[in-house]
T-cell receptor
Framework: EAQVTQNPRYLITVTGKKLTVTCSQN?????MSWYRQDPGLGLRQIYY???????DKGDVPEGYKVSRKEKRNFPLILESPSPNQTSLYFC???????????FGSGTQLSVL | DQQVKQNSPSLSVQEGRISILNCDYT??????FLWYKKYPAEGPTFLIS?????DKNEDGRFTVFLNKSAKHLSLHIVPSQPGDSAVYFC????????????FGKGTLLTVNP
């Protein structure tokens, strides 16, 4: 089954404790991206990757890091989480031209 | 600067009637438009799309209309069903080197039985 898998689904952490949210896709997609969803703000892009070893900032990259060492994986790293990073995060993947983006089920992060 | 706007945060319709969700955009370089549906506790799922060279695309009960001169698109659902109750996101794709998708804030559709 074609899918984007994120882990964990729920995460509660404390300010400053480094964390990683994993994302994996099995569709051989070149394009992968991270979004955060906040009430009243919709989906905002954090980082994206056009292919292995090619990443770039989205609209709200501050406080986040990503890496793309393999085509299928695109982890999101928060080196020093802060409460304003409490949000619902989605990983997505798509073909090169983004005619259709596939989303994971989301990771609800709470930073205390 | 919000390039994709969904001005109605919510919409309520009766089962069997038409639902019309609207979306406006400001960037003339957008070349492709998509609608996504999102249920609670799930990721958004692709619903329907339209290229900027077309003005209408239909898929079953779902039709998307694009008015380029007005920079406006709409999603029509006919007939509406209770299972259509969800948040609907409009998205627009930038052409060029990164094909970035920009999303609106979403509209919560409630279809009442």
């Amino acid at each position: 089954e074609a899918q984007v898998t994120q882990n964990p689904r729920y995460l509660i952490t404390v300010t400053g404790k480094k964390l990683t949210v994993t994302c994996s896709q099995n569709m051989n997609h070149e394009y992968m991206s991270w979004y955060r969803q906040d009430p009243g703000l919709g989906l905002r892009q954090i980082y994206y990757s056009m292919n292995v070893e090619v990443t770039d900032k989205g609209d709200v990259p501050e406080g986040y890091k990503v890496s793309r060492k393999e085509k299928r994986n695109f982890p999101l790293i928060l080196e020093s989480p802060s409460p304003n990073q409490t949000s619902l995060y989605f990983c997505a993947s798509g073909g090169t031209y983004n005619e259709k983006l596939f989303f994971g089920s989301g990771t609800q992060l709470s930073v205390l | 600067d919000q390039q994709v706007k969904q001005n109605s945060p919510s919409l309520s319709v009766q089962e069997g009637r038409i639902s019309i969700l609207n979306c406006d955009y400001t960037n003339s370089m957008f070349d492709y438009f998509l609608w996504y549906k999102k249920y609670p506790a799930e990721g958004p799922t692709f619903l329907i799309s339209i290229s900027s060279i077309k003005d209408k695309n239909e898929d079953g009960r779902f039709t998307v209309f694009l008015n380029k001169s007005a920079k406006h698109l709409s999603l029509h659902i006919v007939p509406s069903q209770p299972g259509d109750s969800a948040v609907y996101f409009c998205a627009a794709r930038s052409g060029g080197s990164n094909y970035k998708l920009t999303f609106g804030k979403g509209t919560l559709l409630t279809v009442n039985p």
